[in-house]
C-alpha cells in the first residue's frame, strides 16, 4: 500500500481507475506544554475494479517543540498504530 501512496494514490500494475484513499477520523490533540500528543483513527480505503477494501488502525503521534515560541519545530518524536478490533480479529484472539 505504501508504493500506492507515494505513486499518487494509483496501485502498482492496475489501471488508472485503482486507487488508495486516507480518511482521519476522530481526531484530539492535546498539549502540554513543549509536548503534543495526537490521536484518531486512520480509515484506509482501496478502491479497484474488484470493489473497495477497508483497514483501519487507531494511531498516536508524540510530538516535541524543539524550538521557541517565536520560532517552534514540532518534530514527531513517537508513533504507535494498534489495530482497530473486529469481530474477525476477536474470533481470532478468543480461539
Known amino acids: 500500500m ?4 507515494v505513486s499518487n ?3 502498482p500494475g492496475h ?3 485503482s ?4 480518511e482521519i477520523l ?3 490533540v492535546q498539549i502540554y506544554g513543549e509536548t503534543a500528543i495526537v490521536t484518531y483513527t486512520l480509515l484506509i ?3 479497484s475494479g474488484a470493489g473497495v ?6 494511531e498516536t503521534r508524540v510530538f516535541h517543540n524543539f524550538g521557541t515560541a ?14 482497530v478490533a473486529t469481530a474477525e480479529s476477536m474470533a481470532v484472539l478468543r480461539a
Do not use: F, Y
Open 70 to 83: 517565536d520560532a517552534p519545530e514540532w518534530r514527531l518524536v513517537h508513533c504507535h498504530k494498534s489495530p
Open 15 to 17: 489501471d488508472g481507475e
Open 2 to 5: 505504501h508504493n500506492a501512496v
Open 53 to 58: 477494501t477497508h483497514k483501519s488502525h487507531n
Open 9 to 11: 494514490g494509483v496501485l
Open 26 to 28: 476522530q481526531p484530539r
Open 45 to 47: 480505503r482501496a478502491v
Open 19 to 22: 486507487r488508495i484513499e486516507h
